[in-house]
């Protein structure tokens, strides 16, 4: 009896244990990831590419599925890819990019109706504004009313200013004039009332630009046209531009009743030629050595300095959580990113949180240790 007794205690300790071992358990939903630690404050998200998009590496996937819970399409939604006829739309692979987010969970961000670059070849040859005006209207509408409902929010136009913060020459300015800017939102709006409609733009933490996007958003605004968002992209570098200048645009964004997405982040670690200007993508320069430091690998003292960067940038973002809606990395790791070509070929950069071999960097720690208690 006395055996049995023991028997029975011992048992009973070890179902007790065991459920105590079970109850403290990482439930699924509660995985450290960067969605996760930041679930109350912002979306996290990454832009990805085709591959990505057809899951042709499961590791890549996972790791996706895991940290992210927002995705932006890199480059099949500009128009030389989804419109590139006339009378011919191409939505394979948006079809397929739409049903990655709607299987792994995601706000779905949809990039990018209106832009100057990428443009179809014959869009770029309209001359005429009657013709511009309803090749616009039915790009916007046919391609907004297809993801009605699984889009959520649109890059309606996408860099359309100056470093002054005047309008950029363009197809679209040049045959219609500056009301493209407003019909854009307009039959945006139209389409799809629910998602969130953005203007998207580098180098908005610049004053002279800053004011400019400021005084074109105000006069679409104006006309009581439904504009939801702007779209700062962060292909900043170590040290511009400073936390003040961000902090400032934040601000300055938000009193217009504005959302504010932090879009297309990547923290460059290269030197850049002087003559560069922001992030427009036509820029190209030759290469050298000493442009090129870091080919061999990345030294522990650019690490640290490119986690403290990244620390900086998020403690920021958590100061204005209230008026920031997402923060979308561009790319899920270093060796996507397109920081590797451009603006000189070949280079070897080191921008994002996810080193080559898709582990998490310093940079990641860095952002991780952050909560919105500190």
Same mark, same amino acid.
């Given at each position: 009896m006395k055996t049995l007794k023991t028997f029975l205690v011992i048992t009973t300790i070890l179902i007790l244990m065991f459920s105590c071992k079970q109850t403290n358990m990482v439930k699924p939903s509660t995985f450290i990831s960067l969605k996760n630690n930041f679930q109350?404050?912002?979306?996290?998200?990454?832009?990805?590419? $085709?591959?990505?998009?057809?899951? @042709?590496?499961?590791?890549?996937?996972?790791?996706?599925?895991?940290?992210?819970?927002?995705?932006?399409a890199e480059n099949i939604m500009k128009s030389m890819y989804i419109h590139p006829a006339k009378d011919s739309f191409a939505f394979n692979l948006t079809d397929k990019y739409v049903a990655f987010g709607e299987k792994h969970g995601m706000y779905i961000h949809g990039h990018t109706l209106i832009w100057h670059s990428q443009l179809a070849a014959w869009f770029a040859d309209i001359k005429d504004s009657t013709e511009m005006v309803l090749a616009m209207e039915k790009h916007i509408k046919t391609i907004v009313d297809k993801y009605k409902g699984k889009i959520d929010s649109w890059d309606v136009v996408n860099e359309a200013l100056n470093e002054d913060g005047t309008l950029r020459k363009s197809a679209f300015l040049e045959s219609v004039g500056e009301d493209y800017l407003a019909f854009a939102f307009k039959w945006a709006s139209d389409t799809d009332s629910k998602a969130d409609l953005y203007y998207n733009d580098y180098n908005m933490t610049n004053l002279n630009k800053r004011n400019g996007a400021i005084k074109m958003i105000e006069k679409i605004q104006d006309k009581g046209i439904k504009i939801d968002g702007v779209g700062m992209q962060g292909h900043w570098n170590l040290k511009t531009p400073s936390i003040k200048d961000i902090e400032?645009?934040?601000?300055?964004?938000? @009193?217009?009743?504005? @959302?504010?997405?932090?879009?297309?982040?990547?923290?460059?670690?290269? !030197?850049? !030629?002087?003559?560069?200007?922001?992030?427009?993508?036509?820029?190209?320069?030759?290469?050298? $050595?000493?442009?090129? !430091?870091?080919?061999?690998?990345?030294?522990?003292?650019?690490?640290?300095?490119?986690?403290?960067?990244y620390r900086d940038i998020f403690k920021l973002f958590l100061k204005h959580k209230d008026k920031i809606s997402r923060v979308t990395f561009w790319g899920v790791s270093d060796g996507q990113s397109w920081l590797n070509g451009w603006p000189i070929k070949g280079r070897t950069n080191y921008p994002l949180v996810f080193d080559r071999e898709l582990k998490p960097k310093q940079a990641y720690d860095s952002i991780m240790a952050l909560t919105s208690k500190n």
């Open positions: 109350d404050d912002f979306y996290i998200g990454a832009a990805i590419n $085709e591959n990505q998009i057809l899951e @042709k590496d499961s590791v890549v996937t996972a790791l996706i599925s895991k940290e992210f819970n927002s995705i932006t400032e645009s934040i601000i300055a964004y938000s @009193k217009l009743g504005l @959302k504010v997405a932090i879009t297309e982040l990547d923290i460059t670690v290269l !030197p850049n !030629p002087k003559d560069l200007v922001g992030a427009e993508v036509s820029q190209g320069f030759e290469g050298s $050595e000493k442009m090129n !430091p870091y080919a061999k690998g990345l030294p522990d003292s650019i690490q640290t300095k490119l986690a403290q960067r």
